[in-house]
């Protein structure tokens, strides 16, 4: 009897040519895991195609719930962003998708897990990683990374034993999809100075054919996470699949990033994520109304650190934790609504209110009511500017000529 494998199956071209070449070259026999994810696909078509390459067993785990509330919530209570630009989504995905491998492993007593990822791609530390930190007991098998072939010569093996996949010579965009977000690359993308054609984009409109009149939304946060669309309170399945329907048809969510991948190279990515731009500048929005300026500021470090560990395929391991705790503690007060404007591509923050808020309109105004005790500033410049008074007296410290 062949030993077995667990793979992250797609049914894309690599994980579908997978199928036969595990058994080729190692005599495995190949479980197919798939996760919904949000990716809308026909999964009993995917179940069915995965059996007929070659699988002695296709699953289908709806990982929808998991995922936004386990993965995608957290990440947007930290304010994770990839170097400004990336919203995360499928290295949000990667390590659910890797428990749900090794959890499967265990079951079926299966002595490897598998992907399809290259060797210059950051999913393949994603993956390999995470089991490792799960089930340090299991291989991870990697067949586009050993088996050499270019993308042309893989579409030639699936088309010389029969394999069907939704790529051509034609065609030859990657793409991957989940509830956060999708992400496009190779063909013509490739080449950084080539604007993106319209036909990459499925989840937005374009902008010039957006709704000429702006649309409103309110969203309601409770300890940083989004409950409410327009005081309606919604899971965060639907809460984050509407968001993408109605801001993808005011253009909201286009990203086009040269990005820093993890194995040291720049790659041209393209993303579309309605839901996650919206959700991310309106949680920010509300944490500038209820955290202070020291909380913010260094918010804004752990969020850096915070996306470049997922990111970087860290997700299990004690620092994400750590930092998932202070996370859940500086997010105690981020209650509120948040009312954004969608128009032509954009997204702007137009309202924000909280019963934690910090903001005093009795402190703040110039007209009648005004609290704020004007003849305490000079006392106060004084102190503050001390330092810099001090200094200039006993060191002479000049401008300098630049």
């Known amino acids: 009897m062949a030993d077995k494998v667990v793979l992250a199956y797609s049914g894309g071209l690599d994980t579908s040519v997978a199928i036969r070449w595990l058994k080729e070259t190692y005599n495995l026999d190949v479980i197919a895991v798939t996760a919904d994810v949000g990716n809308e696909r026909d999964f009993s078509a995917i179940r069915e195609k995965a059996v007929n390459t070659g699988a ?16 995608v919530f957290p990440a947007l209570r930290a304010n994770a962003i990839y170097e400004g630009a990336y919203t995360l989504a499928t290295a949000l995905s990667r390590p659910l998708i890797a428990k749900l491998l090794v959890d499967i ?28 930190a799960l089930a340090p007991e299991l291989k991870v098998l990697a067949p586009a990374r050993e088996w050499g072939m ?5 579409i030639d093996y699936a088309q010389r034993y029969g394999i069907p996949v939704p790529i051509t010579a ?9 509830l956060w977000g999708k992400s496009i690359e190779c063909g013509v ?16 409109r374009s902008p010039a054919a957006a709704p000429d009149a702006p649309g409103y939304m309110e969203i309601g946060f409770e300890r940083g996470i989004p409950v409410t669309l327009d005081g309606q309170k919604m899971d965060g399945v639907s809460l984050i699949q509407s968001l993408n329907e109605t801001a993808g048809k005011h253009g909201v969510g286009r990203i086009d990033h040269l990005e820093s991948r993890l194995v040291g190279i720049k790659s041209r990515e393209i ?6 731009v919206v959700l991310l500048q309106a949680h920010s929005a509300l944490e500038t109304l209820t955290l202070t300026r020291d909380q913010s500021r260094f918010n804004d470090r752990v ?5 470049d560990l997922v990111y970087n395929g860290l997700w299990f391991t004690a620092l994400r934790q750590d930092l998932a705790s202070y996370v859940q503690s500086a997010q105690r007060f981020v209650t509120g609504e948040v009312r954004v404007k969608l128009f032509k591509g954009a997204c702007r923050i137009v309202g924000r209110r909280s019963p934690y808020s910090l903001y005093s309109h009795s402190l703040a105004t110039y007209d009648e009511g005004d609290e704020f005790d004007q003849s305490a500033s000079p006392g106060f410049i004084h102190i503050w500017g001390l330092p810099a008074k001090t200094q200039a007296q006993r060191q002479n410290i000049k401008p300098l000529n630049t």
């Open 56 to 71: 002695v067993k296709a699953l289908i785990i709806d990982a929808k719930d998991t995922f936004v509330n386990d993965y």
């Open 105 to 132: 492993a265990r079951e079926e007593k299966a002595s490897a897990v598998a992907h399809g990822c290259t060797g210059k791609g950051n999913d393949q530390v994603r993956f390999e990683v995470s089991t490792a």
């Open 150 to 154: 270019t993308r042309q010569e893989t």
């Open 170 to 178: 034609a065609s030859p965009y990657s793409i991957d999809e989940n």
């Open 189 to 204: 993308l490739e080449d950084p100075w080539v604007e993106p054609p319209e036909e990459v984009f499925t989840w937005t």
């Open 271 to 276: 993303y579309e994520a309605p839901a996650a």
């Open 303 to 307: 969020a850096q650190e915070y996306a």
